[in-house]
């Protein structure tokens, strides 16, 4: 019979899985043969116990925020034999769970799990970090500070389109060198997304056509802020259609990028910024294997 490892943030949004552990627990040893409960204690705790215990383990459940599921992907992914991971939202915005299709009440994503549906899915490597959903340079930095992530409606996106028009006064250009197979870029520009996921800070379907099993990126690069290159990302992302090129906008897909910036830029990967310019971006196909909810983007 597997083994599971739980490890929950206990401090996650506002402490709300807490009520739940027992209950978790108890469901949890009916199907596992032995259930192993770690809450972290301090940022670095889930990694450090997953670098010591996932030899043991058949499978790795994490229940918290997405800073709690980030640091557990980031661990788990650089691990040469990777235990199937699963998630239990306990945050605000909880991207990654919604991801992989998982329901936003932490009881019924525990029956998702107990389900057992896997897939695997490919994860974003960066010289630095993996990532699940995007990796964003430039605009994206400081818009995604200003998304209230939860929102997901059209009035959410709106809102979302809002900020980033108030943020765009403030766009500071950078000269950009893209290197890939499919597509070079040496010039001026003020954003680059590079989706693998279906979550761009926050915002859903950013990339309509893209998910989590093409083995492939979605690149966007956003070489000015004029009101018809805005209208190109609004339109393709609010109504789902194939992104359209406008003079100020570069889509394409890849698996493998690099990018060097002047002046260096600050990264957002996953909504964590922590490393800067430059980077080498490639997509491991198939890296994870996931417990995943009854839709996976
Ligand atoms: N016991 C703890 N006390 C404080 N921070 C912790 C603890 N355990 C983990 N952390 C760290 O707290 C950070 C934030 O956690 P997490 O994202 O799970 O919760 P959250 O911030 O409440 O969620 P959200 O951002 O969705 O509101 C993570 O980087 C994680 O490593």
Redesign the pocket.
Known sequence: MARVILIM??????GKLNDNLNVIRERLEEIYATVDIH????????ADYINKNAHKTDVVIGA????????LINALSALDKRPKFAIIP?????DFSRAVGMSQNPLIALDQILEGKEEQVDVGHSAHQYFLNFWGIGLITQVSENIESNKKDILGKLSYYMSAAQTVKEAKPFHLKLDSKEQDFDGKAVMVIVGNGPFTGGLQAFFPKNNLQDGLFDVLILKGTSLPAFWSILRSSMAKEEWFNEEEVIHFQTSELTLDCDPVQVIDCDG?KYYRTPTKLKVLPEHLTMIVGEYLH
């Open positions: 943030n206990p401090s996650a949004g506002g809450l972290t204690s301090k940022p670095g705790d889930g918290g925020g997405d800073g709690t599921i980030y640091e306990g945050g605000t915005a909880n964590e």
